[in-house]
């Protein structure tokens, strides 16, 4: 089955560490990709980090900057993911997230808007005449403006991480787990940021990531009411 922009239905082929292997060509528009610029080798596994909270971007340079003629209304700061779609070549599309602003910039191309506090996940895949160059998951929550956040590709000003894996093995592992968990019901923009971090550490551990069920999504959904 083919995978829609927001959409998480079920995997394609399964994917190889081969360096001539190539995958998606799912999404079934093509403004729904988006343009990155430094390239991974194919199927690199995941970066060993582990994440525990928000990351400051320290290293001095400036966040990048929403080009001026996107035109996506001011007020609060939105974040703003660029999706760019060249079949067989850059494939980028939305595993899941609920957009509050959407701008068409041209036939391979589109701007999707969100407000801080929201969850989406950006998959991106590249290849070349040598085979796939890019396989990546992305799971980020929009920030207010003033918070740290870090620099992630073709997200501006950046968000915060709450699981980063490289290679399509584990990219479609984690697609699995998504799945799970919208089997049950629950929709993955409100999952507890908590579970993607423990998702993201016991990958980089080479463990195995443990269930989310509607006990502990009740659980989050009361702590979350709590807080300020």
Known sequence: MLHGLSGTAGLGRSGTESSDYREPKWPAKPQTASRSGSLNYANKESFG??????HLWTNGAAPPHRPAETGIADGPQLTHVTLVWREDSQEDWLKFGKPVD?????????IESYA???????????SNEYGTIRSTLDIVRAVPAGQPCTPVMQIDPGGELLL???????????FRLIDAIEATGIDPCDVAPDHWRHIHNRL?????PRGYN???HRAWLQRKALLP
Do not use: C, H
Not at 102 to 110: A, M, N, T
């Open 204 to 208: 980089a551990g080479l463990e195995l």
């Open 164 to 174: 980063s894996v490289r290679g399509w093995p584990k990219v479609s592992q984690v």
């Open 102 to 110: 959407e701008r068409i910039v041209d036939r391979r191309q589109r």
């Open 49 to 54: 980090f582990l994440l525990t909270g928000p």
């Open 116 to 126: 801080a506090g929201q969850v989406f996940a950006l998959v991106r895949w590249a």
């Open 214 to 216: 509607l006990a502990r």
